[in-house]
């Protein structure tokens, strides 16, 4: 669905790049997430697949469009959603929705089925400079579903908002990317990218450091730690043992031999952790 090679991106005319020698594929129905702290180049990025930011340098393929050469068609057939809304103040919601669902030559959904979904139900008459900073953001994903996309860009899809508003918006993805949307999403919020994404790429200072499933990369950075509880003359003892070590391993075959274990974990590395570990770098 989407295809990078070697992608270069520069604000200046120095030699100072924004994004350095990116690539990477995205297959059909994935979620794909660009994790990586604030300036990391993430935008930058979306920014060029989606034809907002004119290609300097390397290839780019969208949905089978050369971005070299973009086609009004393409953007019949994707959607995107911005970190900065862009909605008109001026309109209500419902206003806004109608005028960019005119853009399309596609058939498009209805503006107040789309406000339900995204729990602006009951504000269509209101227009949209009076909304607070989170019902535009929210605005604005609506806005990029209205044509069906089948390839949708997000970035930064639940920063700023409450947590249920943005619970509701992770269920939302979850359930296009099951009826055959692929995501290329941007965050530099590790618990959104473990959640929803099938691969993640780590980007730091506009290089991608590395790309796998989150999985993979849990069972690759596993602590192999197990924590138990267990009961020692009234009382609850908690112990972490390695199961790398003899020892550790004897100490574990001791206690569940002893049936006082009350509780007992495998720990894994957090994502987040991975990413530090990886790139020396925080998710900030
Ligand atoms: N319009 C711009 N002009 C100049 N520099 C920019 C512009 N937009 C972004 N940058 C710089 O490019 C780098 C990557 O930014 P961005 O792609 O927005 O990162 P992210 O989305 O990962 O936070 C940063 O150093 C940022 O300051
Ligand atoms: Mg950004």
Partial sequence: MITVEHLYHSYGRNDVYAVKDVSFDIPKGEVFGFLGPSGAGKSTTQGILTGLLRLQQGQVSVA???????????????????????????????????????LYDVPTRD????????GLDGKGQIRAGEFSKGMKH????????????EL???????TGLDPAIAATIKGIIREQNQQG????????NMYIADELCSRVAFIVDGEIKLIDSPKNLKLQHG???????????????????STVDAQGRQRLQDLIASQRIRTM???EATLEEIFIQ?????LV
């Fill in 64 to 102: 089978g469009y050369d971005v070299k050469n973009l086609k009004n068609s393409m953007f019949n057939r994707i959607g995107m959603s911005f970190e900065q809304s862009n909605v008109y103040s001026k309109l209500t919601a419902r206003e806004n929705l109608q005028f960019f669902a005119k």
């Fill in 278 to 282: 990886v790139t020396g770098r925080e």
């Fill in 138 to 149: 929210r605005l604005t994903f609506a806005r990029s579903m209205l044509n069906n996309p």
């Fill in 111 to 118: 503006p107040d089925e789309l406000l339900k979904l995204v």
């Fill in 265 to 267: 974990h495998t720990k």
């Fill in 181 to 188: 949307v692929t995501v290329f999403l941007t965050t530099h």
């Fill in 152 to 158: 949708w860009f997000l970035d930064e899809p639940t």
């Fill in 223 to 241: 602590q192999s730690v197990v924590a138990v509880e267990y009961g020692d003359d009234g009382k609850l003892v908690s112990e972490t043992l």
